[in-house]
Structure formats: C-alpha cells, structure tokens
C-alpha cells in the first residue's frame, strides 16, 4: 500500500510541475464582473426652445458584466469580442431658466467589441473598438403655475404644471485600452479605460398642461469611464 501512496503522490507532484512550467494560454471563453466609474456630459444640440438648457454632468458608480472569447496566436497576438453590460444611475438635475428643471439620467449601457492584445507570459495589454449603446432618460419639469410669477411657466401661458419624461436607447462607438493579468489557470483581472461615442438624439416629451406638444429637444453626449473587472475562463 506505501509503494502505491508513493507512486501517487509522484504523479500528482510531477502533473503539478509540469502545469506550473507551462506556458499561460489566453485562448478560450471567459465570463466576469466588473465595476468602475463614469461620467458623462449631456449638452443641448442646436438651438433649444425658450431660455436654454444648460449641460447635464451626470457620473456616479457602475457595476456590470462581461462576457467574451479570445485566442492566442502564435507569437503572442490575442484576438477575440467581447459583449458587455453596466448599470448605472447617473443623474444630475438642473434649472432651466428660470422654474423649469431639466434631469438627465444614465441607467445603462453596453458594447459589443473587438480586443487586439500582446500576450507577455501573465500579462496581456489591448486596443478595443466596436459598438456601444445606451439608455438615456430626459426629464423636464414645470411647477405649479401660482409660483411662477413670469417665464414659461407662468400661468397666462398655460403651458405648466407639467412633469414629462422620455427614455430613448442610443447608438454609437466604443473604444479603449486596458490590460488583463492572470492570476491562475482560470482567472485574470483587468484594468479598463473606455470612450463611448453617441450620435445627437431627439427627445419629444409629451403634451403641456394647454394640450399642446413640449418643444422637441436634441441632446448630444459621450461616456467616459475606467472600471475593474475580473474573468473566469473555461
């Protein structure tokens, strides 16, 4: 029974050096979380209807999920997409003129890229580029018409009080530079830092207290962010 627990444990010892001095390998499906910071300006596209709205800097907390695969290349190159999904709420409300509030609210976003990396042993810097999409919400309120002494509130115009809102997705490119680092056979971590490039949208709100149509708004805006994320390959 000793010669056999001896043989064993040279196999297991021997299986275990050998995967040590083996080469890391990038290639294969991944999945992970992950979580950072971002910030975007929302600022009004051409010319908006009565006094101006002024830029939204909306940025708070992000968390989300990634999922992806990449091969590795002989010589090192990695190639690979990966899809990706981050919550948020980043808000900020501001005044527009003189008693309307304008809220612009970031509830998520997400891409869907290509990653060009170097793999150097553990460690593997990368490019990516691709699509990017996001949920954007606009809000614009008008308060009670007997607080509002003069502007477009005021009561002789019957335009307020109102409380409208629209939610739109948009489109546009993403891209960025990170590196992965792996810290075993199945997992890495990641530092990221990414752009996300959107076209200008309109937002039509809704009807007015008088019945008639709020103003159409256009709005442009990008996202910036760095995030922390980590993967399991399998």
Known sequence: MRKYLIALCFVVFGATAVQADRPFNWTGFYIGA?????????????????????????????????????????????????????FAQLKETVRDGNYITQTGTIERFGTVRGRLGFAMGKFMPYVTAGLAWDRLRENEVCPDPAAVPFGWCRPATGNGPYNLSQSKTNYGLAYGIGFDYAISSQWSVRLEAMRLEF?????????????NQNPTKRFEHDIDLVRFATNMKF
């Open 34 to 86: 992950h979580g950072g910071y971002a910030g975007s300006s929302i600022d009004p596209a051409g010319d908006f209807p009565a006094t101006g709205a002024p830029t939204q800097n909306v940025e708070g907390g992000i968390v989300g999920l990634q999922v992806g695969y990449q091969h590795q290349w002989h010589g090192g190159l990695v190639t690979g997409v990966e899809a990706d999904i981050s």
């Open 199 to 211: 076209d200008t949208e309109e937002y039509n709100l809704g009807a007015m207290a008088n019945g």
